[in-house]
């Protein structure tokens, strides 16, 4: 049973770029969240993805956007990349969105912007 | 607004030794969910353990123990003859209404935990 993927490993952009990462849930799961890790903290969260719907959103511009697909794989997208934006990048699936449901993560995606 | 603090960056063991970390919530919701994470350098986040505010019993998981008081707000781990392998980045999130039906997930900075052999 595959767990949470998540494509690229790294990525390496420049400002103003824009960059598209990816992530496939877990099987059976629906719900699919995104989270930016900066160095040396804790996981900030992005927005949640369910039912093709974001769902809810974190406190993160309108240059952060995503999708999920039919399958609830899910994109994120992010324009005029800033320096700031170097991070590591992680997708969570779980199931229904329950608050209660543990999020399984994926390896993440280590993203630098120069 | 939810908040989780983790005061401990840092904290550095000889193996066999018990180490506990802190972590200490905030929310002004009478429903809420607690969890704990391991990042190991590889880092993919390990489901721990998760609690929810109703239910206050301490839990023990083989050499993991969780301790919670709501008194406090407070939702301690304890690792008892820490291992080497127990070296990582341990983080406590809590999970509390953000509106419009949906709960987020909020994370503390986390804390370092170094086993030395």
């Known amino acids: 049973d595959a767990g949470v993927t998540q494509s690229p490993t790294h990525l390496i952009k420049t400002r103003g770029q824009q960059v598209t990462l990816r992530c496939s849930p877990k099987?059976?799961?629906?719900?699919v969240s995104w989270y930016q890790q900066a160095l040396g903290q804790g996981p900030q969260f992005i927005f949640q993805?369910?039912?093709?719907?974001?769902?809810q959103r974190g406190n993160f511009p309108d240059r952060f956007s995503g999708h999920q697909f039919p399958n609830y794989s899910s994109e994120l997208n992010v324009n005029a990349l800033l320096l700031g934006d170097s991070a590591l990048y992680l997708c969570a699936s779980s199931l229904g969105g329950s608050p209660y449901n543990e999020q399984f993560f994926g390896p993440g995606t280590r993203l630098t912007v120069l | 607004a939810q908040k989780v603090t983790q005061a401990q960056t840092e904290i550095s063991v000889v193996e066999k030794e018990d180490v506990t970390l802190d972590c200490v919530y905030e929310t002004r919701d009478t429903t809420y969910y607690l969890f704990w994470y391991k990042q190991p350098p590889s880092g993919e986040l390990v489901f721990l353990i998760r609690r929810n505010s109703f239910d206050e019993q301490n839990e023990i998981s083989g050499r993991y123990s969780w301790n919670f008081q709501k008194s406090t707000s407070s939702f301690n781990f304890t690792i008892t003859a820490s291992q080497v392998v127990d070296s990582a980045v341990y983080f406590c999130?809590?999970?509390?209404?953000?509106?419009?039906?949906?709960?987020?997930?909020?994370f503390g900075k986390g804390t370092k935990l170094s086993v030395i052999p």
């Open positions: 099987s059976g799961h629906d719900t």
């Open positions: 993805y369910y039912e093709e719907e974001e769902r």
């Open positions: 999130a809590l999970s509390a209404y953000s509106g419009a039906g949906s709960y987020q997930l909020t």
